[in-house]
């Protein structure tokens, strides 16, 4: 398991490298300006992005205390499955319990327990292209096959809801949606996740909402959690504090059933 996680470790730094590479190409070197990497927010290596010190007093605090040098659950510390809960409800009609709420060590293992969760003897997943490459190597690791939808750069990275459709067969579980957009950086209008949701509904797939990026938008569309259509359609949120609150080392992430119409809790198991 260690081999097959320094493999997808070093995919995933090989992805990095190209596109620094191809931004590198076009500084000129002869005005000599430094080059701000911004598909890496790392606070240790670029000074321009900036961790909030009520963050690193409250993890001091934490330590100071003395309490949380034991054990934890293995689905998370109630106290901080309940205050995440309570942050994502802030963007929802109803409100998430604790028990929706699963920590996990950055957003890469929320996404490897919702493709574990999923995968079954011939399982498939629908995902964007272009996206995050990881998708691939986890769903490569559970046996599970990946197929890919386009986004239409004509219109603003959206999903091709066509195409969705004709993928889809008896074996599809889920659909992937990355908002705000992973490379692309789009950001959804509310409009276009409905879309997505009724489409999802149709084909009788959930939904996994890559949201890591999760109110970073800074253009027309402000951000809107897939999760606001859990009542259409059960969502699978993934989130982590790296992104929004500059802290990428910290690697504490969330998976979170938004299904206020308790599908999962009645769902059985199938054996293969």
């Keep these: 398991m260690e081999n097959v996680y320094m493999k997808m470790d070093t995919q995933q730094n090989l992805s990095i490298k190209g596109i620094i ?10 005005k000599k300006r430094r080059m701000i990497a911004l598909g890496l927010g ?24 003395h309490k949380f040098n034991g054990y934890s659950p293995t689905v998370g510390l109630p106290q901080t499955r309940r205050a995440i809960s309570e942050y994502l ?21 929320a996404l490897e327990v919702a493709i574990s969760i999923l995968a079954k003897p011939n399982a498939n997943i629908l995902v964007p292209r272009p996206r995050f490459p990881m998708y691939d ?23 091709d809801l066509d195409a969705v459709d004709a993928l889809v067969d008896h074996n599809t579980v889920a659909m992937v949606i990355i908002n705000p957009g992973n490379p692309c950086g789009n950001v959804y209008s509310y409009q276009h996740l409905k879309k997505i949701a009724e489409t999802a509904k149709k084909n009788k797939i959930v939904v996994i909402a890559d949201e890591v ?33 500059v802290v990428p080392g910290w690697r504490l992430g969330w998976f979170v059933t938004t299904d206020p119409n308790g599908i999962f809790k009645n769902a059985k198991v199938r054996e293969p």
């Design 21 to 30: 590479g191809m931004l590198m190409a076009n500084v000129d070197d002869e």
């Design 42 to 65: 790392d606070p240790t290596v670029f000074s321009c992005f900036t961790t909030t010190c009520v963050a690193e007093n409250a993890v001091v605090d934490a330590l100071n205390s």
């Design 89 to 109: 409800s802030m963007d929802l009609p109803y409100k998430l319990s604790p028990d929706d709420v699963y920590i996990t060590a950055g957003c890469l293992q």
């Design 137 to 159: 190597l986890i769903a490569a690791i559970r046996n599970v096959e990946m197929r890919h939808f386009d986004l239409l750069p004509e219109n603003g990275w959206e999903v």
């Design 213 to 245: 990026y999760g109110h970073l938008a800074f253009g027309a569309n402000p951000f809107v959690s897939m999760g606001v259509f859990g009542s259409m359609v059960p969502v699978l949120t993934l989130g982590s504090l790296s992104k929004r609150w």
